[in-house]
């Protein structure tokens, strides 16, 4: 079964920064054939999106709340996907999911995931 695992969640201060990787394993095509994206689930509220970048890494797409701030990035000899995060706010506070899709639809942000981590937590607070 394919599986992503992310890593590098933690407390951190306001302003602040923290880095998250994802580790992807037994997709079922190479890495390089996958959109990959970072999802967060503030407590009781949906999902939403914050970042994806595409199969080739030369298209990254940002929600405007983090604009500026993070920055999505691949590692593809080692199957990653990296979200490093700055200037963080305590509305950053969320679980963090990393996500992949099979390149196809070039709509990164409304498309449908296909593979998806268990979640890392991520509190911005002094």
């Known amino acids: 079964q394919a599986q992503l695992v992310e890593s590098g969640g933690g407390l951190v201060q306001p302003g602040g920064s923290l880095s998250l990787s994802c580790a992807a394993s037994r997709l079922p095509y190479s890495f390089t054939y996958y959109d990959l994206a970072w999802f967060r689930q503030p407590t009781g509220k949906d999902r939403e999106f914050v970042a994806a970048?595409?199969?080739?890494?030369?298209?990254?797409v940002y929600a405007d709340s983090v604009k500026g701030r993070f920055t999505i990035s691949r590692g593809d000899a080692v199957k990653s996907i990296y979200l490093h995060m700055s200037s963080l706010k305590p509305e950053d506070t969320a679980v963090y999911y990393c996500?992949?899709?099979?390149?196809?639809?070039?709509?990164?942000?409304?498309?449908?995931?296909?593979?998806w981590g268990q979640g890392t937590q991520v509190a911005v607070s002094s």
């Open positions: 970048i595409n199969w080739n890494g030369r298209n990254a």
């Open positions: 996500a992949a899709k099979y390149v196809g639809s070039t709509d990164l942000i409304n498309s449908r995931y296909t593979y």
